[in-house]
């Protein structure tokens, strides 16, 4: 199983930037397709962005095009989540997920390996 850590998480001001951090351990990393979910309080989770394994293509929630950019460095086994123009209902934890099946079809249901999380906060 991977084990997937997140870091720049913090607090910003509305209309700031912040961009996330996901290390992946292991060797499989660059086969698996990567995403970024996100769950507020009192809310459900809920998908922001998605990549695959490759690095071709992407998939964002349709509240999130043009604000947020995935992206993944596979030499570093690490996912990134660039967040620009941020609102305060971007305030969430952030997590990282992996879909373990080497060279899978990018499905966001299909993602099964979290990490912790990290908090974003985003003040008016």
């Known amino acids: 199983q991977v084990q997937l850590v997140e870091s720049g998480g913090g607090l910003v001001q509305a209309g700031g930037s912040l961009r996330l951090s996901c290390a992946a351990s292991?060797?499989?990393?660059?086969?698996?397709?990567m995403g970024w979910f996100r769950q507020a309080p009192g809310k459900e989770r809920e998908f922001v962005a998605a990549i695959s394994w490759s690095g071709k293509s992407t998939d964002y929630s349709d509240s999130l095009k043009g604000r947020f950019t995935i992206s993944r460095d596979n030499a570093k086994n690490t996912v990134y989540l660039q967040m620009n123009s941020l609102k305060p209902e971007d305030t969430a934890v952030y997590y990282c997920?992996?879909?373990?099946?080497?060279?899978?079809?990018?499905?966001?249901?299909?993602?099964?390996?979290w990490g912790q999380g990290t908090q974003v906060t985003v003040s008016s």
């Open positions: 292991g060797r499989t990393f660059s086969t698996y397709n």
């Open positions: 997920a992996a879909h373990t099946t080497p060279f899978a079809t990018m499905r966001i249901k299909n993602f099964n390996s």
